[in-house]
Structures are given as structure tokens and as C-alpha cells.
């Protein structure tokens, strides 16, 4: 069965803070009748999350909340101080009118329902 | 003396924060690897180093973790012997374990940062802060640490 669900991970040219931008960790799972896409966003607010279906492909974009106040002083930076980017393929087995996505801890869920031809089902035998 | 990371290696202090994170990124891959073929095991070792920023200013040391997806009630802080440890675990949500995965990034499992704390910290004042998967732990100082300005004058 073809795949669902591709990453992209290729940089494209609007992308103008190329170096600056990091690529999120993501999981994809499947279930009976989902995909489930998990991408870590930590130090992400809700509203700076935007989610963008267009052509077949789900484009993530986010933007981290600023790192220390100016105030502080340095010691240790092994977090990058970043703009979130990546994209996806979707395949033809997916509703895409039906994509929920939520937020929470620094962990946005995007379920992406299948379509209805591509759904296991099991069948009962008479 | 300020914060220090309490790091195993301490004989390559040197090395660029980029060859660190290539490491942890390799670190991650092989993780990734090899949880995908062992056991239930597996996912019981210390698995990953969440990244983290240390910053200070006159009243208090801040040390700021990544940890994304992670219930603060499985996170624990623990100050002894002036060593300020940060460890927990990363669960895997119930529905997710039983389904087909396509593609694992994400760290699971077990995870532990240590720091060497300064002189001065008042360690019964630490406070920490869980909000949008940044764990920010805030270490105020002692009045005698903190940065005191001396006028001299000039003759």
C-alpha cells in the first residue's frame, strides 16, 4: 500500500532564515482510520503555530517565543533559538477535509482522517 | 565559579556546542535504531539528553529545558550536594504504542541532566515552571553572590 503521509525535508526557497530554521522531530503513526502526525515544537505558543494544507502537502511553520530576557547573561545555549519548518506529502487516502490539529506542550497533534476507500474494515464472513 | 554542566566527557571542554549536538543527533539516530528492534528493555534505558540553555542575571541563575510532550508529573528536581539533577521520563501515549509507526523521531524514554551549582545558590528557594514544553528552573541567588556595585573614587 502506498505511504500517506511523506516529509519533505528539503529546504525551498522562501524559506530566507534557511540556517535559522530547524526541523521539528516528527512521528507518524497509523490507526484503522487515521494518520497521526507528532511534531515537537517546545517554546512554541499556540498563535505562533501556522498549519497550512495547500496542494497536497501540509506546511508547518512556527516560530519559538523570544529565548532569555535581555537582561540575562548567557552561560550555556545548546537550544537554538529558531523558526520551525517542515512539510509534508499527504497521499490520496486522506479526508483532507477533515484535518484536527491541537497544541499542548510543545507538541502539536495533527490527526488526518483516512478517506473512507482507504479505511481497514474488517468483514464479517456469513 | 558559575553553573556548570556536569558532563562525563569533561576532557573535551573545548569542542564547539556543534560537535555536541551533532553527537546528541547521532545519539538520537542509533536510539532510534535500536529501539526499533529490541524490546520493551529498551525503552527502560536513559535514552536522551534534552537540550538546555543556562542564563543569569543579578538575582538568579535560570537553567531553561527542552522538554516537549512530557507530563510534569513525571519530571522530578532534585539539589544535593550543591548538584542540581533534572530527570524524568518521556512516556509514549497508549493509543500511539498499539499503532503502525511510519517514522519515530521524537525521544523517549528516560532522560537526566546534571549541573554542578555555584556557591550562593539558595537552594530552598528553587523554583521551576512547566509551560509550552520549555522547563524553566530559576535559582535565586544568595545576596552575598550577587554582583554588588562599588563606587571608587578618584583622587
Redesign the interface.
Known amino acids: 500500500m502506498e505511504?500517506s503521509?511523506d516529509?519533505r525535508d528539503q529546504q525551498t526557497n522562501s524559506d530566507t532564515a534557511y540556517d535559522r530554521c530547524r526541523i521539528p522531530?516528527?512521528?507518524?503513526?497509523?490507526?484503522s482510520d487515521a494518520?497521526?502526525l507528532?511534531l515537537?515544537?517546545?517554546?512554541?505558543?499556540k498563535e505562533g503555530i501556522s498549519l497550512i494544507h495547500e496542494k497536497g502537502e501540509l506546511k508547518v511553520r512556527a516560530v519559538a517565543?523570544a529565548?532569555?530576557?535581555s537582561?540575562?547573561?548567557?552561560?550555556?545555549?545548546?537550544?537554538?533559538p529558531a523558526t520551525y519548518s517542515r512539510t509534508f506529502t499527504l497521499g490520496d487516502g486522506i479526508d483532507t477535509e477533515s484535518i484536527d490539529a491541537r497544541f499542548d506542550?510543545?507538541?502539536l497533534t495533527v490527526k488526518l482522517l483516512k478517506s473512507a476507500a482507504s479505511r481497514s474494515r474488517e468483514i464479517t464472513i456469513n | 565559579m558559575t553553573l556548570m554542566r556536569w558532563t562525563p566527557a569533561r576532557e573535551l571542554p573545548t569542542l564547539p556546542s556543534e560537535v555536541w549536538s551533532m553527537q546528541r543527533e547521532i545519539n538520537r539516530m542509533f536510539d532510534n535504531f535500536f529501539r526499533g528492534n529490541a524490546g520493551e528493555e529498551a525503552l527502560q534505558m536513559p535514552s536522551w539528553d534534552p537540550a538546555v540553555d543556562v542564563a543569569e542575571n543579578d538575582d538568579a541563575y535560570v537553567v531553561k529545558v527542552e522538554l516537549p510532550g512530557v507530563n510534569r508529573n513525571d519530571v522530578k528536581i532534585v539539589v544535593q550536594d550543591r548538584q542540581l539533577t533534572i530527570r524524568g521520563e518521556k512516556k509514549q501515549e497508549k493509543d500511539a504504542r498499539e499503532a503502525n509507526y511510519h517514522r519515530i523521531e521524537r525521544s523517549y524514554g528516560a532522560f537526566q541532566r546534571t549541573f554542578t551549582l555555584p556557591s550562593g545558590v539558595k537552594s530552598d528557594k528553587i523554583e521551576a515552571a512547566y509551560t509550552d514544553g520549555i522547563l524553566a528552573v530559576t535559582l535565586p541567588k544568595a545576596e552575598e553572590a550577587r554582583a554588588k556595585e562599588i563606587e571608587v573614587r578618584v583622587k
Do not use: C, H
Not at chain 1, 25 to 31: I, L
Open positions: 505511504k503521509i516529509v522531530a516528527a512521528d507518524v503513526y497509523e490507526t494518520f497521526v507528532m515537537d515544537l517546545p517554546g512554541v505558543v517565543a529565548g532569555q530576557p537582561d540575562m547573561k548567557v552561560l550555556v545555549r545548546e537550544v537554538r506542550s510543545g507538541v
